[in-house]
């Protein structure tokens, strides 16, 4: 890899490029923002749709890379410690209980950062994305809750290198945390930490209005919402309450097309290359899922670890036939009558995979579902693009011939 400084020629060439002006990545480009600095010229390199790495990754970032025969590495990838937790003062209007945020702070508060690139919304529009780099508590706490929306986080970078800031916390999803651990060593920093979520079936916003449009009964003054463990769509609209839907009674042929392109070919739904990973698909209702990958993850964990309640993963049930059965449904386009669907949620709630088999559950639907998206959209892209962990899921299941 070149060094590329501030005053190079192919810095000041990039700095001439409008933001967005080149995607190499094309249709598949998750605008993770790394085209919108001059870090563009390590975008062969870094970008997770043009160059899938993430096993050279894990170990540049861990130490190891995840050993394929055992089954959590396979699945969640490289982690020392997985538990289940809630923050036991929540903050108000988080995503979750606000661990997140609550690490982001802890890490400035202490100095061990000097800043943290979280994502904002615009002053217009609360699900529009606006990546900062936050120097106060206030403004990671404004960064609060999800947008459900591609975000350009790595947009900021350039900032990083021109303040001359040598500590630094990223917060972001696992494209994003791909092409940032690629020119991680390009950024000055002396320590850089890494604050995963998961994520899968991001939009665009036009999608996301789309989406909301088709699901919700008022689109409108939805606030948040999330895919729970209960095999619901939760709502939150700005009067508190709360709108549930089935995930089995959602339009699939209507929202088919919704999913931004990247998201329908991406295998790194776990973030594997972040530090710690914060989600919620591996807890019981109500509790966030923290992975901690490595020394770095265990560092930022115990900053908190006198604000949190917590209790030991766990894993209940058999997802296997619910995901055969899912993958035709959804290659179909089937949509069931909202009675049915309904009954279906409340019966799969009981008697479904719950825990770290309802983590495993999603993995399985979405990387089956995505890789025969990859399988038809991208046929030369198979290959290189799918990571041997995912193949390994796929593998377990039956799939439509074409
Ligand atoms: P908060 O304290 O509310 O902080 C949220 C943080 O997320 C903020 O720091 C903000 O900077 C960052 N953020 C917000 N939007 C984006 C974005 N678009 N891109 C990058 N960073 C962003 N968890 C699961 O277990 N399963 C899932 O399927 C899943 N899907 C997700 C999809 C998306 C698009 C996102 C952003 C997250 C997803 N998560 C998923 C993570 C989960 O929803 C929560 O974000 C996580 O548990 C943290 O909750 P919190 O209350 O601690 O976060
Ligand atoms: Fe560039 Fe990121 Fe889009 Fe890849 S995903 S083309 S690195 S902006």
């Known amino acids: 890899m070149t060094s590329l400084t501030p005053n190079s020629a192919k810095h000041k060439q990039a700095r001439a490029l409008k933001p967005g002006a080149i995607r190499p990545a094309k249709e598949l480009c998750s605008e993770c923002g790394l085209c919108d600095t001059y870090y563009i010229h390590y975008v062969k390199e870094a970008c997770a749709f043009l160059n899938q790495q993430v096993a050279k990754l894990e170990q540049q970032a861990h130490g190891r890379s995840r050993n394929l025969d055992n089954p959590d590495d396979c699945y969640f990838g490289v982690n020392q410690k997985m538990t289940a937790a809630r923050k036991i003062k929540p903050i108000e209007g988080a995503q979750w209980t606000g661990i997140v945020s609550t690490i982001a702070i802890e890490m400035l508060n202490s100095g ?3 800043g943290v690139v979280c994502v904002q919304n615009t002053k217009e529009d609360r699900f529009a994305p606006m990546p900062i780099i936050a120097r ?3 403004e990671i ?14 947009s900021v ?10 500590r630094l916390l990223v917060i972001g ?3 994003q945390i791909q092409a940032l651990r690629t020119v991680e060593q390009q950024l000055g920093l002396e320590k850089l930490y890494v604050l995963g979520t998961p994520c899968v079936d991001n939009v665009t916003r036009a999608g996301l209005q789309k989406f909301l449009e088709t699901t919700s009964h008022s689109p409108e003054t939805v606030v948040h919402y999330e895919f729970m463990q209960d095999f619901r769509v939760h709502f939150k609209h700005e009067d508190g309450s709360i709108e549930k839907v089935p995930f089995f009674g959602l339009n699939t042929k209507e929202l ?3 999913f931004a392109p990247s998201c329908m070919s991406c295998f790194d739904y776990v973030n594997s290359l972040a530090d710690l990973v914060v989600g919620y698909m591996g807890a019981p209702f109500g509790w966030q899922w923290v992975v901690v990958r490595n020394n770095k993850g265990l560092e930022m964990l115990d900053m908190v670890q006198n ?7 766990t894993s209940k049930g058999d997802r296997k036939q619910a995901v055969q059965q899912s993958i035709p449904a959804y290659d179909q386009g089937v949509t069931l009558p909202m009675w049915a669907a309904k009954m279906m949620g409340v019966v799969i709630e009981k008697i479904g995979p719950k825990g770290l088999e309802y983590a495993r ?3 399985d639907s979405h990387f089956t579902r995505n890789y025969l998206y990859v399988k038809r959209n991208h046929p030369e892209k198979l290959e290189a693009h799918v990571p041997d962990y995912a193949k390994r899921i796929v593998e377990q299941y039956k799939l439509p011939d074409s």
């Open 307 to 313: 604000q949190l309640e917590t209790q030991p993963v």
């Open 157 to 166: 970078l350039e900032q990083v290198e021109k303040s001359g800031m040598k």
């Open 141 to 154: 706490l404004a960064a609060r809750v999800n947008k459900p929306t591609l975000s350009p986080n790595l």
């Open 361 to 363: 559950f999603s993995i």
């Open 256 to 258: 088919k097309d919704v």
């Open 173 to 175: 999803v696992g494209c």
């Open 112 to 114: 061990k950062v000097e």
């Open 136 to 138: 106060t508590p206030e």
